[in-house]
């Protein structure tokens, strides 16, 4: 199956922009999905498809695609968004699921 | 109210098994794709399996010929049968249910809260 990768850990200043990345070759074929989650919860769904925000997720996440890569923006973080965050991919046959290791992103 | 619930997890010796179950409510499971996702303790999240609407499953590398996962239509649910369990199976799991909107847009939108599988002697 294929991989996908993510900085393990990411500081952000509160208010300020922050990029997540994903890289891998899946991405070229498949959007990627983002998920937060937080200690001792279940993930929950931030971003999908092109970029795409289910209800209720604040405008200041956004995503990007762009060859190998996906990318997770929040502009302007909030002390709540401190979390993890874990890109997933289709792998290459389309059939099996890949998460990426996961950030965890701090808001200083 | 649309949500999964998973029940069965526990404590199980190496080379065991359990049988875990994701009950819906709210939607059918049979005409969605369902997933089980596995998070060990301190680590990432890590895809376990899915079923797709037409019934065909697909497994991770890790856990291919020990799991199986199906689906009871008549009770809208999902299981997931977990043979010969290892140490490194330790985890909770996951319930997700699957939306595909086209071949290269699909998301996982709906989570269930976890179940803890331990496996340990």
């Known amino acids: 199956s294929s991989e996908v990768t993510q900085d393990p850990a990411v500081s952000v200043a509160l208010g300020q922009t922050v990029r997540i990345t994903c890289q891998g070759d899946?991405?070229?074929?498949?959007?990627a999905s983002w998920y937060q989650q937080k200690p001792g919860q279940a993930p929950i769904l931030v971003i999908y498809g092109k970029n795409n925000r289910p209800s209720g997720i604040p405008d200041r996440f956004s995503g990007s695609s762009s060859g190998n890569t996906a990318s997770l923006t929040i502009t302007g973080a909030q002390a709540e968004d401190e979390a993890d965050y874990y890109c997933?991919?289709?792998?290459?046959?389309?059939?099996?699921?890949?998460f990426g290791g996961g950030t965890k992103l701090t808001v200083l | 109210e649309v949500q999964v619930v998973e029940t069965g997890g526990g404590l199980s010796q190496p080379g065991g098994s359990l049988r875990l179950s994701c009950a819906a409510s709210g939607f059918t499971v049979s005409t969605n794709y369902m997933s089980w996702v596995r998070q060990a303790p301190g680590k990432g999240l890590e895809w376990v399996s899915v079923i797709y609407s037409d019934g065909r499953t697909y497994y991770a590398d890790s856990v291919k010929g020990r799991f199986t996962i199906s689906r009871d239509n008549s009770k809208n649910t999902v299981y997931l049968q977990m043979n010969r369990l290892r140490a490194e199976d330790t985890a909770v799991y996951y319930c997700?249910?699957?939306?595909?909107?086209?071949?290269?847009?699909?998301?996982?939108?709906?989570w269930g809260r976890g179940i803890l599988v331990t496996v340990s002697s």
């Open positions: 997700a249910r699957e939306e595909v909107e086209t071949t290269m847009v699909w998301y996982f939108d709906l």
């Open positions: 997933n991919c289709r792998d290459s046959s389309g059939n099996q699921r890949v």
């Open positions: 899946s991405l070229r074929n498949y959007y």
